[in-house]
């Protein structure tokens, strides 16, 4: 068997961006390079039915989207709007090559594209003054043969976030007043736009969030299913709402303990991807109740969903193998792709699930990775908390080997990683994901160290040798934890947050994040609640040495989070080192930057626990 390395997390390829013909027969998809660099992506075709091997179609390609006739696909073939044939002809449709993030056909042979609105601005200067809304994305129509799309004007400057198309054309459409998170995500509404005539029906306000709207019949009326925070909270856990053009919004997935991920029209109506645990559900809207029945269900990761003629199909993360495309034949899924052959024969270490009680008595979850060929029996091991980002994400029980702190490459070095799904995580409703509001880093916390004292007490960790450490939120979490208890002997905080009022006044997703924290720094001269629940005010009580990596270009997390941190170590004399990307967003995508990472955090760890 291989050893596992770094160059794995780069070799080979994955999948992207499914589509099923609407005979159901065929199958599309793109297929591109693992990480950054490599050759550019394709567009790849396969029978359902398995009867033949998959093949490229389209170099180059993306967005693949089949034309009701099932003999040819719309794509971006060079990133242009092209036809593509099922024999690999390709005809160029436009040789507009601005940037398109979705491409609807509609019954007239037009397109209806969402584009940049093209608002040049003046280089060098950025304006806000309250009124202008240029810089986002519009709704706009081509026709095959245009020199470029044709804008629609019936939303005015409104930014669009997602489109669906029903079968006569019109447009199911979200738009933000203004293109920035903060704050266009608090001001999203629905449309039903009508492209041939550049009209449009306002359907009303949504929650924040909203997303991936999807058409379907109820055998007498049309409705808008699509995803949104769960009511009455502000954001948190998510929510199916439906609506009836002209009707207030009915929430289809009440008391829910699964959280909706995905949302597509079928020929029966509405099919749907939840994140049940540590499992992915696929769910079918029963018309006649209103009510989700279940499909099929797997353990590890469901994303990307498609449908056409009675045919589903996804990307399915397991135990072996990440990202491939599956095909859902009677309750089971079936692989179509194989873009990673080469990790079968790698030795990956043990997961396990994993399941403790929080102090006041509530059932958790998560995953336990274990060194290759090692069992529990084999313990004490030095332990490495390793929490997840949002705080509404999850781990599933697939293969941790996704990231540049990825699970596996910490299990191969010695190490028990414990994967927890705390108070905030997605997967078990939304009421469980909304128990963090006003309460982040309290009872989540709590979760994590009662996880880790499970552990303890069954001789899996060893309690002088515990390590903490995530990205994003969980690198909050692995300050928050190092600031909180002496428990642990070295912490990794990668693009974490240090200040939370720093957070809301910098972040792009600062009016959600202030109201997970339940304060902003302008609500007056405080303290705020905020304060409470940020390391850098605890900087003095931590003792463990902390290792800081940044992105320098995050716009999600800024830079300013990390230098703040480094700063008020220093101030106080705690160990640490503080290591920036240049180049690097809030996820690090260059090679030598995940190498780094992948190199620097586990030889941190080492060096920290003997």
């Not at 030795?347 to 979850?365: I, K, N, S």
């Amino acid at each position: 068997m291989d050893a596992i390395s770094t160059e794995l997390l780069h070799e080979g390829l994955t999948t992207s961006q499914v589509a099923v013909s609407p005979d159901g027969r065929r199958i599309a998809y793109v297929v591109r390079q693992v990480g950054s660099g490599g050759p550019p992506p394709a567009v790849w075709l396969a029978p359902a039915d398995g009867s033949a091997a998959p093949r490229p179609l389209a170099e180059r390609a993306s967005l693949p989207r089949w034309l009701p006739s099932g003999d040819a696909l719309v794509c971006l073939v060079g990133g242009r709007l092209s036809t593509v044939r099922l024999d690999g002809s390709v005809t160029e449709l436009s040789p507009y090559d601005g940037w398109m993030g979705e491409i609807l056909p509609l019954p007239s042979g037009s397109y209806a594209l969402i584009v940049e609105d093209g608002t040049p601005e003046q280089e060098g200067i950025r304006v806000w003054n309250g009124s202008d809304g240029a810089g986002g994305d519009r709704l706009a129509v081509v026709r095959p043969g245009d020199a470029a799309p044709r804008l629609l004007t019936a939303l005015g400057t409104r930014h669009v976030v997602a489109a669906a198309a029903r079968e006569d054309g019109a447009l199911a459409v979200i738009s933000w007043d203004e293109p920035a998170d903060e704050p266009g995500a608090f001001t999203a509404r629905l449309h039903v736009v009508d492209p041939d005539t550049d009209s449009a029906l306002d359907c009303g306000a949504l929650p924040h969030g909203a997303s991936r709207p999807a058409w379907w019949h109820d055998g007498s009326r049309r409705h808008v299913a699509l995803m949104a925070a769960a009511p009455p909270a502000v954001v948190g856990g998510m929510t199916v709402l439906d609506i009836v053009p002209g009707e207030a919004p009915v929430d289809l997935t009440p008391d829910a303990t699964s959280c909706p991920t995905e949302l597509v029209a079928s020929g029966r109506g509405l099919v749907g991807v939840f994140a049940d645990g540590l499992d992915s559900v696929v769910r079918e809207l029963d018309t006649r109740s209103g009510k989700f029945t279940d499909l099929a269900r797997t353990e590890g990761l469901v994303s990307t969903l498609a449908c056409g003629g009675g045919t589903l199909a996804a990307r399915v993360s397991d135990r072996c193998r990440p990202n491939d495309v599956f095909v859902l034949r009677e309750g089971e899924f079936t692989p179509v792709s194989d873009t990673r052959p080469h990790y079968r024969d790698v030795a990956w270490g043990t997961q396990e699930r994993l399941t403790w009680r929080a102090v006041d008595g509530l059932a958790l979850e998560g995953l336990l990775v274990l060194p290759p060929g090692r069992g529990r029996g084999d313990g004490p091991f030095p332990l490495l908390v390793l929490l997840h980002g949002g705080p509404y994400g999850r781990y599933a029980d697939m293969l941790q080997f996704n990231s540049h702190l990825a699970p596996q490459w910490f299990a191969d070095a010695g190490f028990a990683v414990f994967l927890p799904n705390p108070r905030g995580s997605m997967g078990r409703g939304p009421a469980f994901a909304a128990s963090v509001l006003g309460d982040l880093g309290g009872a989540e916390l709590g979760d994590v160290l009662a996880g880790v004292d499970t552990l303890v007490a069954d001789s899996t960790a060893d309690p002088a040798r515990l390590t903490v450490a995530g990205w994003s939120h969980g690198g909050y979490l692995a300050a928050w934890a190092a600031a909180r208890t002496d428990r642990f002997r070295a912490a990794v905080v990668g693009a974490g947050i240090a200040d939370w009022g720093l957070q809301s006044a910098l972040g792009e997703l600062g009016r959600e994040e202030a109201v997970l924290v339940g304060s902003a720094g302008w609500d007056g001269p405080g303290q705020h609640p905020h304060d409470t629940v940020s390391p850098v005010r605890y900087a003095k009580d931590i003792s463990a040495p902390v290792l800081i990596l940044h992105g320098e270009d995050d716009t999600n997390v800024p830079v300013a989070q990390a230098t703040y941190l480094h700063r008020a170590l220093r101030a106080h004399g705690v160990p640490h080192e503080l290591v920036v990307y240049p180049g690097e967003g809030h996820a690090l995508t260059g090679r030598a930057a995940q190498q780094d990472v992948m190199h620097r955090a586990r030889d941190f760890l080492l060096r920290h626990t003997g």
